[in-house]
């Protein structure tokens, strides 16, 4: 292996011989180039690596000063020192200083000192060669990694907005997501109710991504999920030695998402005792380590969730009601997926996107009868269970269409007529109103539905409706219904593009 190649010095005196004594002092050490005039020194230094010129003050021609600001001039980067005849540092301190000078060495010089001046040199020359080097490389690393970043803040940003919740255009998932939308401008607390799978998680997602907090972390946890002797650790971190088994001291995930969003599933969950210190965060802003003396501000926007009737259980005493009331500003109730079953085809095709993508399968779409099939079941799992479905239909698809006899039996049993009815229409009924405006509300509500149904297609919903095509176009803008998602897209039928 070949040797770690030596320091380059160049020594330069005009004295023959004191250059060779310094040359003899140093060359174990270093690899010595010499001059004996300032003109030479410069034109060793234009043709070698040199590190460091050791240069003597007074000489013939160019003075030791001279040749070494020119130096400066030239090879900024190398180090400088100078000997000198002066005796009395105060003397040459103010020249060292002016000229940039990194050390100098009084006569007559000693061979130790010397050595020792010009190794802490050399090191110094290494460690500023570092620094540069260092540097370069942090400007031309630094935009890449800081565009990575802000690509990956992009993405999460449009990957989770309102846009991404699939819904249809009737759904009452929109009230939701509108109060939702509302709220993620204003820095308060939110409060999210929904039975499991309905999409908690993903609207608490977009909140913090709508927010002025988007591009601080977000960071979810499933309070329910967590042992209650764990919790505050997790959440409010710990000190080493606060309890058996804390080895290090650790911070908790509300100062790790300092400036961010903390998001707490299944708040509902926790124990009183940590209802109480959870409130007080709220209060104060201030959280205090497990087994820590003192406070630390840390500023947080909490989103809560759970799938309890927590007003409720407030009520009862069972939850604390001044931290139900702190969070509960404006609650945001995500409806079962049961109702509004007029979601389903749009998040079945929704859905398979996501899952054939992830498994990196090609799958178009559903027959007709399957997807008439999701839509007659209640979903008690919601979402998450209408993607599992979705999932296992995949693995078992032969095609590229997945048709009815993919999906479970229990599920294919179910009678959509069995099922619940929509509580929405009962409400389109029972709002009040004159009898004229009710039968309208209704009239616009089978019309979309019936289109949601047919996927976009208006021929097949003004067939089925009893009605022409003109008849049913006239309907939709005196309704002012939208386009429905043209779901037939995906799923193989042609769409309507009547005009
Ligand atoms: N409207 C929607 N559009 C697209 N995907 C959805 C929608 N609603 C839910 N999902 C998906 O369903 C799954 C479950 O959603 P999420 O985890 O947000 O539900 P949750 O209510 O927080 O559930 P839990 O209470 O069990 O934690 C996720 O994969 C989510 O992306």
Do not use: C, K
């Given at each position: 292996m070949a040797d770690t190649p030596l320091p380059a010095i160049l020594v330069v005196d005009d004295e023959h011989l004191s250059v060779e004594a310094i040359k003899r002092t140093l060359e174990d050490d270093f690899e010595v180039f010499t001059a004996t005039s300032g003109a030479e020194a410069l034109s060793i230094l234009e043709n070698q690596w040199i590190q460091l010129v050791l240069c003597d003050?007074?000489?013939?021609?160019?003075?030791g000063l001279e040749v070494l600001s020119e130096v400066r001039r030239r090879w900024p980067e190398v180090l400088r020192v100078i000997i000198t005849?002066?005796?009395?540092?105060n003397d040459i301190i103010d020249l060292v200083n002016k000229a940039g000078i990194y050390h100098f060495i009084s006569k007559p010089w000693h061979p130790e000192e010397l050595l020792l001046v010009l190794k802490n040199g050399t090191q110094l020359y290494k460690l500023q060669r570092e620094h540069d080097r260092l540097s370069v490389e942090l400007k031309l690393l630094g935009p890449s990694v800081q565009n990575r970043l802000d690509e990956q803040r992009r993405q999460l940003r449009e990957g989770f907005n309102?846009?991404?919740?699939?819904?249809?255009?009737?759904?009452?998932?929109n009230a939701a997501c509108d109060m939702a939308a509302r709220i993620a401008g204003f820095d308060v607390p939110a409060l999210i109710l929904g039975e499991?799978?309905?999409g908690k998680e993903l609207i608490a997602r977009a909140i913090h991504y709508c927010?002025?907090?988007?591009d601080k972390p977000f960071h979810a946890v499933n309070c329910g999920a967590i042992p209650s002797e764990l919790l505050e650790s997790e959440l409010f971190g710990h000190r080493k030695?606060?309890?058996?088994?804390?080895h290090a001291h650790r911070i908790g995930l509300l100062e790790q998402a300092h400036e961010g969003t903390v998001f707490l599933d299944?708040?509902?969950?926790?124990p009183q005792a940590f209802q109480v210190k959870l409130l007080r965060f709220l209060q104060e802003g201030e959280i205090r380590p497990v087994g820590s003396n003192s406070t630390l501000r840390v500023d947080v926007r909490v989103i809560a969730a759970t799938n309890r009737d927590i007003a409720r259980e407030a009520a009862a005493g069972k939850f604390r009601e001044d931290l139900y009331y702190r969070l509960a500003i404006s609650p945001i109730s995500i409806p079962p997926l049961r109702e509004r079953i007029c979601d389903v085809p749009s998040l079945a095709n929704s859905l398979l996107e996501r899952v054939t993508a992830r498994h990196d399968i090609k799958i178009s779409g559903f027959t007709d009868e399957a997807l008439d099939r999701l839509c007659a079941y209640?979903?008690?799992?919601?979402v998450r269970e209408l993607e599992n479905q979705i999932t296992r239909m995949v693995i078992l698809a032969e095609g590229r269409i997945l048709s009815?006899?993919?999906?479970e039996p229990h599920i294919l049993r179910a009678d959509g007529a069995q099922?619940?009815?929509?509580?929405l229409i009962d409400r389109f009924i029972g709002e009040g109103g004159l009898l004229r405006d009710r039968v309208e509300r209704m009239e616009a509500r089978i019309i979309r539905e019936t289109l949601i149904r047919n996927r976009g297609n208006k021929s097949r919903a003004a067939e089925e409706l009893g009605l022409s095509r003109v008849g049913l176009r006239a309907k939709l803008l005196r309704y002012e219904i939208e386009e429905p998602v043209k779901l037939s897209l995906i799923s193989g039928d042609a769409p309507d593009d009547d005009p």
């Open positions: 003050q007074r000489m013939q021609g160019m003075s005849g002066y005796t009395d540092p309102f846009d991404n919740i699939v819904r249809s255009p009737v759904s009452p998932l499991t799978g309905t927010s002025l907090r988007s030695g606060a309890f058996t088994g804390a299944e708040i509902g969950d926790i209640p979903w008690p799992g919601n009815a006899d993919l999906i099922s619940p009815p929509e509580p």
